[in-house]
């Protein structure tokens, strides 16, 4: 069959593991990792040395996170020899990725002609960290906004009286794929793996801000609806990556 490319995050944590009797064991032990020229043994940070899936070219684990984590440019989500395409490169898969490995990802200046004022919230825009900025303030804007329509004393409750609040996580999610947002590519997705990862940024993003800003709704009926829904949607992403 041919090679389907999957998400940036299944090809971490289940592609390249098909292989993991093979780590660290090259058919030449005297191999080199293409992307950081150090013999494979010698790497100064501790790593696996693996076959990349479908190629079977041997990279450095921390080299390819690296690599992938930290690119925008589309020749990097090929296989640094051969350029067989691997995966569909994702900002928000990236950006799990980056976070969960201690990796930051590029700032991306942009050049003067490709900077814009962002007219929903006045910040300029010259680089992908900034434009997430922007897109990060909008998402606070809009729970804001969807919390505040669940907490007027019109709107359906639970049967405890709280906020409705797996009602707000929806409407979160709503509005924003409306106002065409997140607009930054450290926060798009390509992949289903990549929108379940971003369903699960907001709920993070939501639960803190509830959490912070809003402690009487915590532990409330709304809030266990809300932390059942994340419950399911974490089996959910579970399952989409590791395949
Ligand atoms: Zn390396
Ligand atoms: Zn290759
Ligand atoms: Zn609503």
């Known amino acids: 069959a041919p090679y389907e490319r999957p998400s940036l995050l299944r090809y971490i944590d289940s592609h390249l593991l098909r292989a993991v009797h093979l780590y660290n064991k090259p058919p030449d032990p005297t191999a080199v990792c293409p992307i950081c020229h150090i013999q494979?043994?010698?790497?100064?940070?501790?790593?696996?040395?693996?076959?990349l899936v479908p190629c079977g070219h041997w990279v450095h684990?921390?080299?390819?996170?690296?690599?992938?984590?930290?690119?925008?440019?589309?020749?990097?989500?090929?296989?640094?020899?051969?350029?067989?395409?691997?995966?569909?490169?994702?900002?928000?898969?990236?950006?799990?990725?980056?976070?969960?490995?201690?990796?930051?990802?590029?700032?991306?200046?942009?050049?003067?002609?490709?900077?814009?004022?962002?007219?929903?919230?006045?910040?300029?825009?010259?680089?992908?960290?900034?434009?997430?900025?922007?897109?990060?303030?909008?998402?606070?804007?809009?729970m804001a906004?969807?919390?505040?329509?669940?907490?007027?004393?019109?709107?359906?409750?639970?049967?405890?009286?709280?906020?409705?609040?797996?009602?707000?996580?929806?409407?979160v999610l709503g509005d924003l794929a409306l106002i065409q947002r997140p607009r930054g590519v450290w926060l798009r997705w390509r992949t289903y793996s990549g929108f379940l990862l971003f369903g699960m940024l907001i709920g993070l993003k939501l639960r803190r801000w509830l959490g912070e800003r809003q402690t009487l709704v915590v532990g409330t009926e709304g809030w266990k609806d809300f932390e059942a829904g994340m419950g399911a949607l974490q089996m959910r992403i579970i399952a989409e990556v590791e395949g």
């Open 145 to 171: 906004r969807c919390f505040y329509a669940h907490a007027h004393p019109a709107a359906p409750r639970c049967v405890d009286g709280s906020p409705r609040l797996a009602a707000v996580y929806y409407d």
């Open 61 to 142: 684990y921390r080299c390819l996170v690296a690599r992938m984590s930290q690119t925008i440019d589309a020749a990097k989500d090929k296989c640094p020899v051969c350029t067989t395409p691997l995966v569909l490169w994702d900002g928000i898969s990236a950006l799990t990725l980056a976070t969960r490995t201690g990796l930051t990802l590029p700032v991306g200046q942009w050049n003067a002609h490709h900077a814009y004022r962002d007219a929903a919230t006045g910040l300029w825009c010259d680089s992908d960290a900034t434009e997430y900025a922007a897109d990060c303030a909008v998402i606070e804007a809009t």
């Open 40 to 51: 494979h043994n010698h790497a100064p940070v501790p790593t696996s040395f693996l076959p």
